[in-house]
Protein backbone atom coordinates (compact mmCIF):
# COMPACT_ATOMS: atom_id res chain seq x y z
CA UNK A 1 0.00 0.00 0.00
CA UNK A 2 2.10 3.29 -1.15
CA UNK A 3 2.13 5.77 1.38
CA UNK A 4 3.57 9.01 1.21
CA UNK A 5 5.25 10.68 3.92
CA UNK A 6 4.96 14.35 4.55
CA UNK A 7 5.99 16.68 7.43
CA UNK A 8 2.93 15.81 9.30
CA UNK A 9 3.52 11.77 9.38
CA UNK A 10 2.65 9.38 6.87
CA UNK A 11 -0.38 9.52 4.65
CA UNK A 12 -2.46 6.80 2.62
CA UNK A 13 -2.18 6.91 -1.31
CA UNK A 14 -4.50 5.12 -3.31
CA UNK A 15 -1.99 4.48 -6.37
CA UNK A 16 1.59 5.01 -6.15
CA UNK A 17 3.27 8.32 -7.76
CA UNK A 18 4.32 5.86 -10.96
CA UNK A 19 0.93 4.73 -11.16
CA UNK A 20 -0.67 8.16 -10.42
CA UNK A 21 0.90 9.46 -13.78
CA UNK A 22 0.59 6.93 -15.89
CA UNK A 23 -3.03 7.22 -15.37
CA UNK A 24 -2.55 11.39 -15.70
CA UNK A 25 -1.24 10.65 -18.67
CA UNK A 26 -3.71 8.52 -20.10
CA UNK A 27 -6.35 10.56 -19.61
CA UNK A 28 -4.35 13.59 -21.02
CA UNK A 29 -3.74 11.14 -24.09
CA UNK A 30 -7.68 10.28 -24.04
CA UNK A 31 -8.91 14.03 -23.73
CA UNK A 32 -6.27 15.14 -26.76
CA UNK A 33 -7.54 12.19 -29.09
CA UNK A 34 -11.14 13.50 -28.12
CA UNK A 35 -10.14 17.09 -29.01
CA UNK A 36 -8.75 16.54 -32.23
CA UNK A 37 -11.32 14.53 -33.14
CA UNK A 38 -14.22 17.33 -32.62
CA UNK A 39 -11.21 19.76 -34.50
CA UNK A 40 -11.97 17.65 -37.26
CA UNK A 41 -15.43 16.99 -37.18
CA UNK A 42 -15.61 21.20 -36.49
CA UNK A 43 -13.09 21.58 -39.45
CA UNK A 44 -15.83 19.97 -41.72
CA UNK A 45 -19.21 22.33 -40.17
CA UNK A 46 -20.85 25.10 -41.95
CA UNK A 47 -21.39 26.47 -38.80
CA UNK A 48 -23.46 29.09 -40.16
CA UNK A 49 -26.49 26.39 -40.76
CA UNK A 50 -25.72 24.84 -37.08
CA UNK A 51 -26.74 28.46 -35.47
CA UNK A 52 -29.59 28.85 -38.26
CA UNK A 53 -30.66 25.07 -36.87
CA UNK A 54 -33.41 25.94 -34.15
CA UNK A 55 -34.96 28.34 -37.30
CA UNK A 56 -34.58 25.01 -39.68
CA UNK A 57 -35.80 23.08 -36.94
CA UNK A 58 -38.98 24.93 -36.18
CA UNK A 59 -39.65 25.21 -40.10
CA UNK A 60 -39.59 21.74 -40.40
CA UNK A 61 -42.15 20.77 -37.43
CA UNK A 62 -44.49 23.61 -38.76
CA UNK A 63 -44.46 22.02 -42.25
CA UNK A 64 -44.62 18.81 -41.04
CA UNK A 65 -47.68 18.78 -38.86
CA UNK A 66 -50.37 18.17 -39.00
CA UNK A 67 -49.55 14.70 -40.70
CA UNK A 68 -51.59 14.07 -43.86
CA UNK A 69 -53.66 10.96 -42.41
CA UNK A 70 -55.28 10.36 -45.63
CA UNK A 71 -52.14 9.11 -46.83
CA UNK A 72 -52.46 6.05 -44.66
CA UNK A 73 -54.33 4.24 -47.63
CA UNK A 74 -51.29 4.10 -49.91
CA UNK A 75 -48.83 3.02 -46.60
CA UNK A 76 -51.09 -0.16 -45.98
CA UNK A 77 -49.88 -2.54 -48.74
CA UNK A 78 -45.96 -0.86 -47.97
CA UNK A 79 -46.26 -2.10 -44.33
CA UNK A 80 -47.80 -5.51 -45.26
CA UNK A 81 -44.17 -5.85 -47.24
CA UNK A 82 -42.35 -4.58 -43.80
CA UNK A 83 -43.67 -6.89 -41.83
CA UNK A 84 -43.14 -9.62 -44.63
CA UNK A 85 -39.71 -8.73 -45.18
CA UNK A 86 -38.54 -9.09 -41.11
CA UNK A 87 -40.64 -12.32 -40.49
CA UNK A 88 -39.63 -14.27 -43.66
CA UNK A 89 -36.26 -12.74 -43.23
CA UNK A 90 -35.67 -13.54 -40.02
CA UNK A 91 -37.05 -17.50 -40.60
CA UNK A 92 -34.76 -17.53 -43.78
CA UNK A 93 -32.10 -16.82 -41.32
CA UNK A 94 -32.78 -19.22 -38.78
CA UNK A 95 -32.90 -22.03 -41.30
CA UNK A 96 -29.39 -20.74 -42.05
CA UNK A 97 -28.29 -20.02 -38.43
CA UNK A 98 -28.64 -23.58 -36.66
CA UNK A 99 -25.98 -25.48 -38.79
CA UNK A 100 -23.30 -22.35 -38.57
CA UNK A 101 -24.19 -22.60 -34.43
CA UNK A 102 -23.95 -26.54 -34.39
CA UNK A 103 -20.65 -25.99 -36.04
CA UNK A 104 -19.55 -23.36 -34.12
CA UNK A 105 -19.96 -24.75 -30.67
CA UNK A 106 -17.22 -26.18 -28.69
CA UNK A 107 -19.00 -29.43 -27.77
CA UNK A 108 -20.90 -29.77 -30.82
CA UNK A 109 -18.42 -29.15 -33.86
CA UNK A 110 -17.04 -32.28 -35.73
CA UNK A 111 -13.87 -30.33 -36.35
CA UNK A 112 -12.50 -27.37 -33.69
CA UNK A 113 -9.37 -26.56 -35.84
CA UNK A 114 -10.73 -26.74 -39.07
CA UNK A 115 -14.76 -26.13 -39.57
CA UNK A 116 -15.05 -24.39 -36.37
CA UNK A 117 -12.76 -20.52 -37.29
CA UNK A 118 -15.29 -21.05 -40.83
CA UNK A 119 -18.48 -21.17 -38.61
CA UNK A 120 -16.79 -18.21 -36.56
CA UNK A 121 -15.91 -15.79 -39.63
CA UNK A 122 -19.19 -16.55 -41.00
CA UNK A 123 -20.89 -15.00 -37.60
CA UNK A 124 -18.55 -12.42 -37.60
CA UNK A 125 -18.32 -11.08 -41.16
CA UNK A 126 -22.10 -11.59 -41.62
CA UNK A 127 -22.83 -9.45 -37.83
CA UNK A 128 -20.15 -6.98 -38.09
CA UNK A 129 -21.89 -5.60 -41.90
CA UNK A 130 -25.00 -3.59 -41.39
CA UNK A 131 -28.37 -4.90 -43.15
CA UNK A 132 -28.46 -1.63 -45.29
CA UNK A 133 -24.86 -2.36 -46.65
CA UNK A 134 -26.31 -5.85 -47.49
CA UNK A 135 -29.30 -4.07 -48.78
CA UNK A 136 -26.98 -1.89 -51.06
CA UNK A 137 -25.00 -4.94 -52.31
CA UNK A 138 -27.99 -6.73 -53.02
CA UNK A 139 -29.94 -4.24 -54.96
CA UNK A 140 -26.97 -4.45 -57.24
CA UNK A 141 -27.07 -7.80 -57.51
CA UNK A 142 -30.71 -9.00 -58.01
CA UNK A 143 -32.08 -5.21 -58.33
CA UNK A 144 -34.42 -3.37 -56.05
CA UNK A 145 -37.23 -4.47 -54.82
CA UNK A 146 -38.68 -6.62 -50.99
CA UNK A 147 -36.87 -9.76 -52.22
CA UNK A 148 -33.50 -7.96 -52.14
CA UNK A 149 -35.05 -6.69 -48.01
CA UNK A 150 -35.65 -10.10 -47.40
CA UNK A 151 -32.55 -11.40 -48.32
CA UNK A 152 -30.25 -8.51 -46.69
CA UNK A 153 -32.06 -9.43 -43.54
CA UNK A 154 -31.46 -12.85 -43.77
CA UNK A 155 -27.87 -12.16 -43.90
CA UNK A 156 -27.52 -9.87 -41.57
CA UNK A 157 -29.47 -12.14 -39.22
CA UNK A 158 -27.45 -14.89 -39.62
CA UNK A 159 -24.53 -14.23 -37.71
CA UNK A 160 -26.48 -12.82 -34.88
CA UNK A 161 -28.68 -15.93 -34.51
CA UNK A 162 -25.82 -17.80 -34.59
CA UNK A 163 -23.47 -16.47 -32.18
CA UNK A 164 -26.18 -16.35 -29.36
CA UNK A 165 -27.43 -20.14 -30.62
CA UNK A 166 -23.69 -21.56 -30.43
CA UNK A 167 -23.34 -19.72 -26.51
CA UNK A 168 -26.47 -21.21 -25.66
CA UNK A 169 -25.44 -24.80 -27.22
CA UNK A 170 -22.15 -24.60 -24.98
CA UNK A 171 -23.75 -23.86 -21.94
CA UNK A 172 -26.19 -27.13 -21.74
CA UNK A 173 -26.04 -30.05 -19.65
CA UNK A 174 -23.70 -32.65 -20.96
CA UNK A 175 -25.16 -35.27 -18.51
CA UNK A 176 -28.37 -35.77 -20.35
CA UNK A 177 -26.66 -35.99 -23.52
CA UNK A 178 -24.48 -38.22 -21.75
CA UNK A 179 -27.64 -40.30 -20.45
CA UNK A 180 -29.16 -40.35 -24.73
CA UNK A 181 -26.19 -41.60 -25.76
CA UNK A 182 -25.77 -44.50 -22.65
CA UNK A 183 -29.25 -45.77 -24.23
CA UNK A 184 -27.39 -46.51 -27.87
CA UNK A 185 -28.67 -43.83 -29.41
CA UNK A 186 -27.75 -42.22 -32.68
CA UNK A 187 -25.39 -39.23 -33.57
CA UNK A 188 -28.79 -37.55 -34.76
CA UNK A 189 -31.08 -39.27 -31.87
CA UNK A 190 -28.56 -37.53 -29.63
CA UNK A 191 -29.50 -34.32 -31.15
CA UNK A 192 -32.84 -34.67 -31.26
CA UNK A 193 -33.26 -35.66 -28.02
CA UNK A 194 -30.57 -34.74 -25.82
CA UNK A 195 -29.72 -31.71 -27.62
CA UNK A 196 -32.70 -30.13 -28.97
CA UNK A 197 -34.98 -29.86 -25.90
CA UNK A 198 -31.92 -27.99 -23.89
CA UNK A 199 -31.82 -25.06 -26.36
CA UNK A 200 -35.52 -25.15 -27.76
CA UNK A 201 -36.23 -22.25 -25.20
CA UNK A 202 -33.01 -20.41 -25.93
CA UNK A 203 -34.06 -20.75 -29.57
CA UNK A 204 -37.38 -19.40 -29.46
CA UNK A 205 -36.28 -16.37 -27.65
CA UNK A 206 -33.51 -15.50 -30.18
CA UNK A 207 -36.03 -16.02 -32.76
CA UNK A 208 -38.71 -13.27 -31.50
CA UNK A 209 -35.80 -11.13 -30.11
CA UNK A 210 -34.20 -10.95 -33.64
CA UNK A 211 -37.93 -10.53 -35.43
CA UNK A 212 -38.42 -7.64 -33.19
CA UNK A 213 -35.05 -6.25 -34.75
CA UNK A 214 -35.71 -7.15 -38.07
CA UNK A 215 -39.03 -4.63 -38.08
CA UNK A 216 -37.08 -2.05 -37.10
CA UNK A 217 -34.25 -2.40 -39.61
CA UNK A 218 -37.17 -3.45 -42.56
CA UNK A 219 -38.86 -0.14 -41.96
CA UNK A 220 -35.63 1.97 -43.13
CA UNK A 221 -34.33 -0.83 -46.21
CA UNK A 222 -36.63 1.00 -48.55
CA UNK A 223 -34.26 4.09 -48.08
CA UNK A 224 -31.58 2.19 -50.17
CA UNK A 225 -34.50 0.85 -52.51
CA UNK A 226 -34.85 -2.74 -51.19
CA UNK A 227 -38.97 -2.41 -50.48
CA UNK A 228 -40.99 -1.74 -47.48
CA UNK A 229 -42.27 1.35 -46.36
CA UNK A 230 -38.57 3.21 -46.46
CA UNK A 231 -39.40 3.36 -50.13
CA UNK A 232 -42.32 5.76 -49.21
CA UNK A 233 -40.22 7.61 -46.70
CA UNK A 234 -37.52 7.96 -49.74
CA UNK A 235 -40.26 9.56 -52.30
CA UNK A 236 -41.59 11.73 -49.62
CA UNK A 237 -38.56 12.84 -48.18
CA UNK A 238 -37.37 13.29 -52.07
CA UNK A 239 -40.47 15.61 -52.83
CA UNK A 240 -40.42 17.66 -49.82
CA UNK A 241 -43.68 16.28 -48.75
CA UNK A 242 -42.92 16.78 -44.59
CA UNK A 243 -46.91 15.54 -43.78
CA UNK A 244 -46.35 13.19 -45.36
CA UNK A 245 -42.92 12.02 -44.33
CA UNK A 246 -44.36 12.96 -40.07
CA UNK A 247 -47.23 10.43 -40.84
CA UNK A 248 -44.67 7.60 -42.17
CA UNK A 249 -42.28 7.89 -39.05
CA UNK A 250 -45.09 7.80 -36.70
CA UNK A 251 -46.55 5.07 -38.12
CA UNK A 252 -43.01 3.38 -37.96
CA UNK A 253 -42.63 4.45 -34.51
CA UNK A 254 -45.80 2.76 -33.26
CA UNK A 255 -44.50 -0.56 -35.32
CA UNK A 256 -41.54 -0.62 -33.55
CA UNK A 257 -43.35 -0.21 -30.07
CA UNK A 258 -46.16 -3.10 -31.02
CA UNK A 259 -42.96 -5.51 -32.29
CA UNK A 260 -41.67 -4.87 -29.19
CA UNK A 261 -44.16 -5.49 -26.80
CA UNK A 262 -45.07 -8.57 -29.03
CA UNK A 263 -41.75 -9.82 -28.35
CA UNK A 264 -41.32 -8.94 -24.39
CA UNK A 265 -44.55 -11.07 -24.40
CA UNK A 266 -43.86 -14.44 -26.12
CA UNK A 267 -40.03 -14.11 -24.30
CA UNK A 268 -41.97 -13.58 -20.85
CA UNK A 269 -44.67 -16.45 -21.46
CA UNK A 270 -41.85 -18.03 -23.09
CA UNK A 271 -39.30 -18.17 -20.06
CA UNK B 1 -45.85 -38.10 -16.09
CA UNK B 2 -44.41 -38.09 -12.44
CA UNK B 3 -47.93 -38.50 -10.85
CA UNK B 4 -49.27 -41.53 -13.02
CA UNK B 5 -50.46 -44.28 -11.08
CA UNK B 6 -50.12 -48.10 -11.63
CA UNK B 7 -53.07 -48.34 -13.86
CA UNK B 8 -52.15 -45.52 -15.99
CA UNK B 9 -48.85 -46.85 -16.39
CA UNK B 10 -50.20 -50.05 -16.75
CA UNK B 11 -52.58 -48.77 -19.76
CA UNK B 12 -49.54 -47.00 -21.13
CA UNK B 13 -47.10 -50.42 -21.45
CA UNK B 14 -46.86 -51.45 -24.88
CA UNK B 15 -47.97 -48.47 -26.42
CA UNK B 16 -45.12 -46.19 -28.06
CA UNK B 17 -43.85 -43.13 -25.97
CA UNK B 18 -44.36 -39.89 -27.54
CA UNK B 19 -42.64 -36.05 -27.16
CA UNK B 20 -45.00 -34.13 -24.96
CA UNK B 21 -46.01 -31.24 -27.00
CA UNK B 22 -44.94 -27.54 -26.77
CA UNK B 23 -48.26 -26.18 -26.48
CA UNK B 24 -50.25 -28.08 -23.77
CA UNK B 25 -53.82 -26.97 -25.58
CA UNK B 26 -54.43 -28.78 -29.11
CA UNK B 27 -57.12 -26.08 -30.29
CA UNK B 28 -54.86 -23.54 -29.24
CA UNK B 29 -51.87 -25.38 -31.09
CA UNK B 30 -53.46 -26.12 -34.21
CA UNK B 31 -54.98 -22.73 -34.63
CA UNK B 32 -50.95 -20.97 -34.22
CA UNK B 33 -50.01 -23.59 -36.64
CA UNK B 34 -52.78 -23.22 -39.20
CA UNK B 35 -52.22 -18.91 -38.21
CA UNK B 36 -48.61 -18.93 -38.81
CA UNK B 37 -49.30 -21.58 -41.72
CA UNK B 38 -51.78 -19.20 -43.82
CA UNK B 39 -49.56 -16.10 -43.14
CA UNK B 40 -46.41 -17.85 -44.51
CA UNK B 41 -48.55 -18.92 -47.69
CA UNK B 42 -50.25 -15.16 -47.93
CA UNK B 43 -46.13 -13.55 -47.26
CA UNK B 44 -44.67 -15.41 -49.93
CA UNK B 45 -47.35 -15.53 -52.75
CA UNK B 46 -47.59 -11.14 -51.79
CA UNK B 47 -43.26 -11.31 -52.70
CA UNK B 48 -42.56 -10.01 -56.58
CA UNK B 49 -39.38 -12.13 -57.26
CA UNK B 50 -38.02 -11.46 -60.84
CA UNK B 51 -36.24 -14.62 -61.39
CA UNK B 52 -35.16 -13.17 -64.61
CA UNK B 53 -33.36 -10.26 -62.94
CA UNK B 54 -32.00 -12.48 -60.06
CA UNK B 55 -30.66 -14.78 -62.91
CA UNK B 56 -28.82 -12.14 -64.40
CA UNK B 57 -27.51 -10.79 -61.82
CA UNK B 58 -26.07 -14.25 -60.02
CA UNK B 59 -22.87 -13.44 -62.47
CA UNK B 60 -22.67 -9.77 -60.64
CA UNK B 61 -22.80 -11.61 -57.31
CA UNK B 62 -19.83 -14.13 -58.10
CA UNK B 63 -18.20 -11.08 -59.41
CA UNK B 64 -18.76 -9.81 -56.23
CA UNK B 65 -17.45 -12.75 -54.43
CA UNK B 66 -14.69 -12.78 -56.67
CA UNK B 67 -13.69 -9.29 -56.15
CA UNK B 68 -13.19 -10.10 -52.44
CA UNK B 69 -10.43 -12.19 -53.29
CA UNK B 70 -8.79 -9.10 -54.98
CA UNK B 71 -10.09 -6.26 -52.92
CA UNK B 72 -8.22 -3.20 -54.59
CA UNK B 73 -7.48 -0.69 -51.55
CA UNK B 74 -5.10 1.44 -53.87
CA UNK B 75 -7.19 3.19 -56.88
CA UNK B 76 -9.56 4.80 -54.63
CA UNK B 77 -7.28 4.55 -51.52
CA UNK B 78 -7.34 8.33 -50.14
CA UNK B 79 -11.58 8.03 -50.79
CA UNK B 80 -11.03 4.99 -48.03
CA UNK B 81 -8.49 6.65 -45.88
CA UNK B 82 -10.73 9.94 -45.48
CA UNK B 83 -13.77 7.79 -45.46
CA UNK B 84 -12.70 5.52 -42.62
CA UNK B 85 -10.85 8.35 -41.32
CA UNK B 86 -14.09 10.00 -40.76
CA UNK B 87 -16.07 7.17 -39.61
CA UNK B 88 -13.68 6.45 -36.84
CA UNK B 89 -13.72 10.32 -35.48
CA UNK B 90 -17.14 10.06 -35.45
CA UNK B 91 -17.36 6.80 -33.30
CA UNK B 92 -14.63 8.62 -30.70
CA UNK B 93 -16.17 11.92 -30.52
CA UNK B 94 -19.89 10.59 -30.14
CA UNK B 95 -18.99 7.78 -28.06
CA UNK B 96 -17.29 9.85 -25.89
CA UNK B 97 -20.02 12.59 -25.77
CA UNK B 98 -22.94 9.95 -25.54
CA UNK B 99 -21.30 7.87 -22.42
CA UNK B 100 -20.94 11.13 -20.44
CA UNK B 101 -24.32 12.10 -21.23
CA UNK B 102 -25.52 8.56 -20.01
CA UNK B 103 -24.43 8.20 -16.63
CA UNK B 104 -26.15 10.82 -14.94
CA UNK B 105 -29.33 9.84 -17.22
CA UNK B 106 -28.96 5.86 -16.09
CA UNK B 107 -28.06 7.42 -12.26
CA UNK B 108 -31.60 9.08 -12.81
CA UNK B 109 -33.36 6.48 -14.99
CA UNK B 110 -32.69 4.33 -11.92
CA UNK B 111 -35.60 3.81 -9.52
CA UNK B 112 -33.73 2.65 -6.01
CA UNK B 113 -31.62 6.24 -6.08
CA UNK B 114 -33.75 8.99 -8.08
CA UNK B 115 -37.08 10.72 -6.97
CA UNK B 116 -39.88 9.51 -9.23
CA UNK B 117 -40.26 13.06 -11.14
CA UNK B 118 -36.36 12.28 -12.69
CA UNK B 119 -37.35 9.10 -12.92
CA UNK B 120 -39.92 9.38 -15.56
CA UNK B 121 -38.36 12.30 -17.55
CA UNK B 122 -35.08 10.23 -18.13
CA UNK B 123 -37.07 6.74 -18.74
CA UNK B 124 -39.10 8.95 -21.21
CA UNK B 125 -35.79 10.29 -22.90
CA UNK B 126 -33.89 6.63 -23.27
CA UNK B 127 -37.75 5.68 -24.70
CA UNK B 128 -37.43 8.56 -27.26
CA UNK B 129 -33.63 7.75 -27.72
CA UNK B 130 -34.36 3.71 -28.13
CA UNK B 131 -37.24 4.23 -30.48
CA UNK B 132 -35.99 6.11 -33.08
CA UNK B 133 -33.73 4.34 -35.54
CA UNK B 134 -30.37 5.89 -36.18
CA UNK B 135 -30.76 6.11 -40.09
CA UNK B 136 -34.03 8.22 -39.25
CA UNK B 137 -32.56 10.05 -36.78
CA UNK B 138 -29.70 11.00 -39.30
CA UNK B 139 -32.38 11.71 -41.98
CA UNK B 140 -33.79 14.55 -39.50
CA UNK B 141 -30.84 15.97 -38.21
CA UNK B 142 -29.39 16.40 -41.95
CA UNK B 143 -31.99 18.06 -42.73
CA UNK B 144 -31.36 20.62 -39.90
CA UNK B 145 -27.64 20.50 -39.38
CA UNK B 146 -26.43 20.59 -42.86
CA UNK B 147 -24.70 17.98 -44.50
CA UNK B 148 -21.60 16.24 -43.00
CA UNK B 149 -19.85 14.77 -39.79
CA UNK B 150 -21.48 16.65 -37.33
CA UNK B 151 -24.87 15.27 -37.94
CA UNK B 152 -23.78 11.55 -37.83
CA UNK B 153 -22.13 12.99 -34.76
CA UNK B 154 -25.17 13.97 -32.74
CA UNK B 155 -27.39 10.94 -33.92
CA UNK B 156 -24.56 8.59 -32.70
CA UNK B 157 -24.35 10.23 -29.38
CA UNK B 158 -28.42 10.14 -28.92
CA UNK B 159 -28.43 6.48 -29.73
CA UNK B 160 -25.47 5.62 -27.24
CA UNK B 161 -27.85 7.98 -24.62
CA UNK B 162 -30.56 5.43 -24.85
CA UNK B 163 -28.41 2.43 -25.31
CA UNK B 164 -26.36 3.03 -22.28
CA UNK B 165 -28.46 4.97 -19.95
CA UNK B 166 -30.89 1.59 -20.11
CA UNK B 167 -28.84 -1.08 -19.39
CA UNK B 168 -26.64 0.76 -16.67
CA UNK B 169 -29.89 2.05 -15.12
CA UNK B 170 -30.82 -1.87 -15.15
CA UNK B 171 -27.10 -2.34 -13.52
CA UNK B 172 -27.90 0.26 -11.06
CA UNK B 173 -30.98 -1.15 -9.68
CA UNK B 174 -29.87 -4.36 -9.22
CA UNK B 175 -26.74 -3.66 -7.07
CA UNK B 176 -26.05 -4.64 -3.63
CA UNK B 177 -28.41 -2.07 -1.43
CA UNK B 178 -26.38 -2.86 1.89
CA UNK B 179 -22.65 -1.78 0.49
CA UNK B 180 -24.42 1.28 -0.67
CA UNK B 181 -25.97 2.29 2.85
CA UNK B 182 -22.80 2.04 4.42
CA UNK B 183 -21.24 4.55 2.86
CA UNK B 184 -23.97 6.76 3.47
CA UNK B 185 -24.61 5.39 7.28
CA UNK B 186 -20.81 7.29 7.25
CA UNK B 187 -22.39 10.15 6.82
CA UNK B 188 -21.59 10.88 3.60
CA UNK B 189 -23.00 13.56 1.03
CA UNK B 190 -25.08 12.36 -1.69
CA UNK B 191 -21.38 12.71 -4.57
CA UNK B 192 -19.92 10.78 -2.29
CA UNK B 193 -22.46 8.13 -1.82
CA UNK B 194 -22.58 7.88 -5.65
CA UNK B 195 -19.09 7.65 -5.17
CA UNK B 196 -18.34 5.26 -3.22
CA UNK B 197 -21.41 3.62 -2.48
CA UNK B 198 -22.85 3.20 -6.17
CA UNK B 199 -19.53 3.48 -8.42
CA UNK B 200 -17.24 0.58 -7.80
CA UNK B 201 -20.46 -1.32 -7.76
CA UNK B 202 -21.68 -0.53 -11.27
CA UNK B 203 -18.10 0.36 -13.34
CA UNK B 204 -17.12 -3.04 -14.67
CA UNK B 205 -20.29 -3.16 -16.51
CA UNK B 206 -19.89 0.41 -17.31
CA UNK B 207 -16.75 -0.30 -18.94
CA UNK B 208 -18.02 -3.18 -20.57
CA UNK B 209 -21.01 -1.65 -21.93
CA UNK B 210 -19.14 1.50 -23.60
CA UNK B 211 -16.41 -0.39 -25.33
CA UNK B 212 -19.26 -2.62 -26.68
CA UNK B 213 -21.22 0.85 -27.56
CA UNK B 214 -18.08 1.82 -29.23
CA UNK B 215 -17.98 -0.95 -31.23
CA UNK B 216 -21.54 -0.28 -32.42
CA UNK B 217 -21.08 3.15 -33.16
CA UNK B 218 -17.98 1.91 -35.24
CA UNK B 219 -20.67 -0.18 -37.29
CA UNK B 220 -23.18 2.72 -37.43
CA UNK B 221 -21.07 4.80 -38.81
CA UNK B 222 -20.46 2.67 -41.67
CA UNK B 223 -24.40 3.30 -43.40
CA UNK B 224 -24.64 7.35 -41.93
CA UNK B 225 -23.06 8.56 -45.42
CA UNK B 226 -25.69 6.84 -46.95
CA UNK B 227 -27.82 9.53 -45.86
CA UNK B 228 -25.17 12.33 -46.30
CA UNK B 229 -24.12 12.24 -42.15
CA UNK B 230 -20.21 11.76 -42.95
CA UNK B 231 -18.31 8.50 -42.55
CA UNK B 232 -17.37 5.80 -45.15
CA UNK B 233 -20.96 4.77 -46.04
CA UNK B 234 -20.96 7.62 -48.71
CA UNK B 235 -17.53 5.76 -50.13
CA UNK B 236 -19.36 2.20 -50.06
CA UNK B 237 -22.28 3.86 -52.18
CA UNK B 238 -20.85 5.58 -54.65
CA UNK B 239 -18.84 2.24 -54.96
CA UNK B 240 -21.54 0.04 -55.33
CA UNK B 241 -23.06 2.39 -58.08
CA UNK B 242 -20.17 2.34 -60.27
CA UNK B 243 -20.37 -1.85 -59.76
CA UNK B 244 -16.38 -1.08 -58.47
CA UNK B 245 -16.51 -4.10 -56.30
CA UNK B 246 -13.45 -5.00 -55.98
CA UNK B 247 -13.28 -1.35 -54.31
CA UNK B 248 -16.47 -2.56 -52.01
CA UNK B 249 -15.10 -5.02 -51.30
CA UNK B 250 -11.72 -3.57 -49.83
CA UNK B 251 -13.84 -1.08 -47.30
CA UNK B 252 -16.22 -3.98 -46.22
CA UNK B 253 -12.71 -5.87 -45.46
CA UNK B 254 -11.77 -3.34 -43.47
CA UNK B 255 -15.18 -2.69 -41.62
CA UNK B 256 -14.61 -6.21 -40.88
CA UNK B 257 -11.48 -6.40 -39.56
CA UNK B 258 -11.93 -3.31 -37.47
CA UNK B 259 -14.82 -4.54 -35.90
CA UNK B 260 -13.21 -7.64 -35.21
CA UNK B 261 -9.95 -5.95 -33.79
CA UNK B 262 -12.74 -3.95 -31.63
CA UNK B 263 -14.58 -7.45 -30.46
CA UNK B 264 -11.02 -8.58 -29.21
CA UNK B 265 -10.47 -5.92 -27.51
CA UNK B 266 -13.55 -5.55 -25.52
CA UNK B 267 -13.01 -9.22 -25.06
CA UNK B 268 -9.60 -8.59 -23.31
CA UNK B 269 -11.10 -5.58 -21.46
CA UNK B 270 -14.35 -7.24 -19.88
CA UNK B 271 -12.32 -9.86 -18.46
CA UNK B 272 -10.04 -7.84 -16.71
CA UNK B 273 -12.28 -5.57 -15.10
CA UNK B 274 -14.71 -7.81 -13.76
Not at chain 2, 111 to 117: D, E, F, M, T, V
Not at chain 2, 137 to 145: G, M, S, W, Y
Not at chain 2, 192 to 205: F, K, N
Not at chain 2, 231 to 254: H, Q, V, W
Amino acid sequence: MPVLESDAGPVWRKRTKGQALARWFGWLLGVAIFLWCWQRISDKTTWFFVWDAPDIAADVLSRATPPRWEYIDRLWWPIWDTINIATLGTIAALIMAVPVAFLAARNTTPSAIFIRPIALLIIVATRSINSLIWALLLIAIIGPGVFAGIVAIAIRSIGFCAKLLYEAIEEIDATQVEAITATGASRWQVMAYGIVPQIAPAFAGIAVFRWDINIRESTVLGLVGAGGIGLQLQGSLNTLAWPQVSLILLVILLAVVISEWVSAKVRGAII
Amino acid sequence: MSVATHRELDDMLGTKWRKPAMVKRTWLRWALVIGFVAYLIAAVLSVEVNWLRVWEGLDRGAAFVAAFASPDFVSRGSDIWAGMLESIVMTVASSVVGILISIPIALGAARNIAPLPVYMVCRGIIAVSRALQEIIVAILLVAIFGFGPLAGFLTLSFATIGFLSKLLAEDIESMDRSQAEAVRATGSKWAQWIDYGVTPQVLPRLVGLSIYRVDINFRESAILGLVGAGGIGATLNTAFDRYEYDTAAAILLIIIAIVMALEYISGVVRARVQ
